[in-house]
Nanobody, 124 residues
Framework: QLQASGGGLVQAGASLRLSCAASGRAFSTGGIVGWFRQAIGKEREFVAGIRWSGTMTYYADVGKGRFTISRDNAKNTVDLQMNSLKPEDTAVYYC??????????????????WGQGTQVTVSS
């Protein structure tokens, strides 16, 4: 089970740090933890991902230079630091886990487990 937290209402230019915690099972070594977001009326889109082992990280263009994904193996968590937030970043943010690391990391269909989502609202 995945639990996403850290969302909230902020003004443009502010920062938020989202956290994804796994309970009941640990993230597996070969897996990928991803952050996605879905705005009202839009499809779910990939934001960032990180391999649970090694150093590989992945970013969509929307987050490059502003978002940073990181993991804490001891705590079994993956964080998404979001800086310089814009109104267009408003969405429900979901964390997800691709347990075998296969498939296209940017596609929701590659992920086996999903958290419940946390709302991020950025006002102008």
């Amino acid at each position: 089970q995945l639990q996403a937290s850290g969302g909230g209402l902020v003004q443009a230019g502010a920062s938020l740090r989202l956290s994804c915690a796994a309970s009941g099972r640990a993230f597996s070594t070969g897996g990928i933890v991803g952050w996605f977001r879905q705005a009202i009326g839009k499809e779910r889109e990939f934001v960032a991902g990180i391999r649970w082992s090694g150093t590989m990280t992945y970013y969509a263009d929307v987050g490059k230079g502003r978002f940073t994904i990181s993991r804490d193996n001891a705590k079994n968590t993956v964080d998404l630091q979001m800086n310089s937030l814009k109104p267009e970043d408003t969405a429900v943010y979901y964390c997800a886990f691709n347990s075998d690391g296969h498939g296209t990391y940017s596609r929701p269909s590659a992920y086996d487990y999903w958290g419940q989502g946390t709302q991020v609202t950025v006002s102008s």
